[in-house]
């Protein structure tokens, strides 16, 4: 168990809301990553932290912001939610060289 | 950038077959995992292998690094082998770069 959570595991909203998920781990490491998985696509990164406050983009970041204030939390804002980010998202933590992930979001936009 | 390719696409076994799925690299790495994502989309680790081989259980996988590819044997497989195996390097910018996996179905 690489101790990562994810909230909420569902959610259905409407387009144009905001959307906030939160990642949170219990082992303090420095690294954090979000990643969606769609059919036919596989995982593609979103953003990554390297620190608190240290962030950067990865492969799909339009219309995706994160932020890191803690080292345990790391949270992901739909500023305005559109269907084509209906997805499965997960989060990730790199202890060294491997990730491991949590057991992702389900995320619906209608 | 890194291509990752894998095969075969989709495997159906009965129990208790054996089975060899493999994951090709364009590049040199210095970073492979290999994952199975259940049926319930819980993705987990299987193993870290950049080059070698190692063993867990009725799983190994072994990483020719020089060749670029990745093998992972799955032996008297159970129901519960069923799902997606990934297999991903790790590319630029602490990317994990994935192949788009190989869907095992284990039948009893």
């Known amino acids: 168990d690489a101790g990562i959570t994810q909230s909420p595991r569902h959610k259905v909203t409407e387009t144009g809301t905001p959307v906030t998920l939160r990642c949170h781990q219990t082992?303090?490491?420095?690294?954090m990553y979000w990643y969606r998985q769609d059919p036919g696509h596989g995982l593609r990164l979103i953003h990554y932290s390297y620190g608190v406050k240290d962030t950067d983009k990865g492969e799909v970041s339009d219309g995706y912001s994160v932020s890191r204030s803690k080292t345990e939390d790391f949270l992901l804002t739909l500023e305005s939610a559109t269907s084509s980010q209906t997805s499965v998202y997960f989060c990730?933590?790199?202890?060294?060289?491997?990730?491991?992930f949590g057991p992702g979001t389900r995320l619906t936009v209608t | 950038g890194i291509q990752v390719e894998q095969s075969p696409p989709d495997l159906i076994l009965q129990e208790g077959a054996n089975s060899t799925l493999r994951c090709n690299f364009s590049d040199s790495v210095n970073n492979l995992q290999w994952f199975h994502q259940n049926p319930w989309g819980q993705l987990i680790n299987l193993f870290y292998?950049?080059?070698?081989?190692k063993q867990n259980g009725r799983l190994s996988a072994t990483t020719v690094a020089t060749e670029r590819y990745s093998l992972l044997y799955i032996s008297s497989s159970q129901t519960t082998d069923s799902g997606v195996y990934f297999c991903a390097v790790l590319g630029s910018e602490y990317q994990l770069i994935w192949g788009a996996g190989t869907k095992l179905i284990i039948k009893p």
């Open positions: 990730a933590i790199s202890p060294s060289y491997e990730q491991y």
């Open positions: 292998i950049p080059s070698g081989t």
């Open positions: 082992e303090n490491h420095r690294y």
